[in-house]
């Protein structure tokens, strides 16, 4: 459902995600008959921050080499949080300092 304030009336607009095209924008037909484009923009809110989803943590610490402190920056943690996070879901954890090939 979109809300939109048009003429100082609100209107509720049901619309799937789907329907949005690459630009984001809704095509829709008031009831008066006017044509009223729409540019939206949404968030999609995870049920669980990323960081605590085991696939998510893996790929960007392991397979793209991202510093805890980078992840840990992304979301506003500390970088013990983050450690924390790699040790509860099992994944090995590189030593501290500079890292190999740099």
Known sequence: ???????GAKHNIPVMLE???KEKLI???MPS????????SYN???DKPMYRDA????AEYVTKARTIQSIASQFGLTPMSIHGWLK???IPTRSRGRRKGL
């Open 27 to 29: 095509y829709h037909t």
């Open 33 to 40: 008959g006017e044509q009223v484009v729409i540019n939206v």
């Open 55 to 58: 696939e998510w943590l893996h």
């Open 88 to 90: 509860k879901l099992d």
């Open 44 to 46: 999609v809110i995870p």
């Open 19 to 21: 329907e949005m095209n």
């Open 1 to 7: 459902m979109v809300t939109v304030n048009l003429d």
